[in-house]
């Protein structure tokens, strides 16, 4: 059974940090590109941070490029985004996303979410 289980989420004022994690287990993590979505009330889905296998390769949506980082430790199958310098409009449910294509196929995972709150 695949699990992608998020925390780190919270309340923060406008300017601060806050570092999300995603647990996962039931796959073989180092075989996954990892991602950060996020979805705001009203908002389609959108992506915010992806990180290849092997954590040489990251893509950043422009809003939150120079203020976000996506690593992983495929050790301890674990994804990180931290964030800084947080504003109002980044506020929103975050998720953790797993996906893996092969030649005809792709399998992919979504974690449960985690709020983010960013108000003063």
């Known amino acids: 059974q695949v699990q992608l289980v998020e925390s780190g989420g919270g309340l923060v004022q406008p300017g601060g940090s806050l570092r999300l994690s995603c647990a996962a287990s039931?796959?073989?993590?180092?075989?996954?590109?990892m991602s950060w979505y996020r979805q705001a009330p009203g908002n389609e889905r959108e992506l915010v941070a992806r990180?290849?296998?092997?954590?040489?390769?990251?893509n950043y949506a422009d809003s939150v490029q120079g203020r976000f980082t996506i690593s992983r430790d495929n050790s301890k199958k674990m994804v990180y985004l931290q964030m800084k310098s947080l504003k109002p409009e980044d506020t929103a449910v975050y998720y953790c996303?797993?996906?893996?294509?092969?030649?005809?196929?792709?399998?992919?995972?979504w974690g449960q979410g985690t709020q983010v709150t960013v108000s003063s």
């Open positions: 996303y797993a996906k893996r294509v092969l030649m005809t196929s792709a399998t992919d995972y």
């Open positions: 039931g796959l073989t993590f180092s075989l996954y590109a």
């Open positions: 990180i290849n296998s092997a954590g040489g390769s990251t």
